[in-house]
């Protein structure tokens, strides 16, 4: 009967504590990949809800534009906006920051980031100087098979003034009381 | 093939080299784990700073980082003009020293 002696013995142990480490490593590098993707994720979803905030802020200010462009000095009624109108300031303001290196709301090189923003149908109200309009934004951030997407849902109110002075259109906004149209002036 | 008292040179040579495969790996992996952390901890530091300077309307731009490495990022701030434009109001840039 042959026996596997002293160095068959330790060779075993040796063989076993390679397997042992290996085992150790397969495991530590899968842990590792894991929590830098997760991390890398957590970034993703934060930067994606900051670009949606800073747009959101961006469309606020739009609908300014849209309502000014109607109005003339001796007409400072929101009267003449449309949907339409603010759909295309929308389509506008989301566009003006395309580029290719990944820092505009939309990222035209590797569609890292892409936002979109739609005026609700039918959610325009206009009742006298003051005008309402609902609608959606989104962005969303893709990196690999993860797609990280922030939708909010928003209401614009401005109202319409017109100067004491010179007579000519300012486009207010409701809930910040800032001037949007023709400068910006907050109080 | 020389022999040892317990192992053959080969052996101690072979388990030297696995050990050295260990050690690299390790460190690799280490090396990987931190990119994902690393990229938050600025990613945050660039952002708040932004923010700050958005909200608090100081005005300042931090140009300091003029490209961005996995060691640096900055981060911008858009704004609406009165004339249809879209320009960079803010920026802060974070750097791991």
């Known amino acids: 009967m042959r026996t596997i002696g002293v160095k068959g013995s330790i060779a075993v142990?040796?063989?076993g504590a390679v397997m042992l480490l290996l085992l150790l490593t397969i495991t530590s590098m899968k842990n590792a990949n894991d929590n830098g993707t997760a991390m890398i994720n957590?970034?993703?979803?934060?930067?994606?809800?900051?670009k949606a905030e800073n747009l959101l802020r961006i469309l606020d200010k739009s609908v300014s534009k849209a309502?000014?462009?109607?109005?003339?000095?001796?007409?400072?009624?929101?009267?003449?906006?449309?949907?339409?109108?603010?759909?295309?300031?929308?389509?506008?303001?989301?566009?003006?920051?395309?580029?290719?290196?990944?820092?505009?709301?939309?990222?035209?090189?590797?569609?890292?980031?892409n936002c979109t923003a739609?005026?609700?149908?039918?959610?325009?109200?206009?009742?006298?100087?003051q005008l309402d309009i609902n609608g959606t934004m989104s962005c969303t951030t893709t990196i690999g098979e993860t797609t990280i997407?922030?939708?909010?849902?928003?209401?614009?109110?401005?109202?319409?003034?017109?100067?004491?002075?010179?007579?000519?259109?300012?486009v207010y906004d409701t809930v910040s009381e800032c001037m949007e149209q023709p400068s910006v002036n907050c109080p | 093939m020389s022999k040892g008292i317990l192992f053959s040179i080969d052996a101690i040579l072979a388990i030297g080299l696995i050990v050295t495969m260990f050690s690299a790996t390790v460190l690799l992996t280490n090396n990987v784990s931190n990119l994902g952390a690393q990229q938050s901890l600025?990613?945050?530091?660039?952002?708040d700073e932004a923010y700050n300077s958005y909200l608090t309307n100081d005005g300042s731009t931090d140009d300091v980082v003029n490209s961005e490495t996995e060691n640096a990022t900055c981060y911008q701030i858009y704004d609406y003009q009165p004339n249809e434009t879209i320009v960079e109001k803010v920026k802060k840039c974070a750097q791991l020293e």
């Open chain 1, 149 to 170: 997407t922030d939708e909010r849902s928003f209401r614009f109110s401005k109202e319409i003034r017109t100067n004491a002075i010179d007579s000519s259109c300012e």
């Open chain 1, 42 to 50: 957590m970034v993703s979803a934060k930067e994606t809800a900051f």
């Open chain 1, 118 to 129: 739609v005026v609700k149908a039918g959610s325009l109200r206009i009742n006298g100087n």
């Open chain 2, 42 to 47: 600025l990613h945050g530091s660039a952002s």
């Open chain 1, 67 to 113: 309502i000014i462009d109607t109005t003339s000095p001796s007409n400072c009624n929101p009267g003449s906006v449309t949907e339409e109108s603010i759909q295309t300031k929308f389509a506008n303001a989301v566009g003006g920051r395309n580029d290719d290196v990944g820092i505009g709301f939309n990222d035209l090189n590797s569609k890292l980031m």
């Open chain 1, 13 to 15: 142990i040796t063989a």
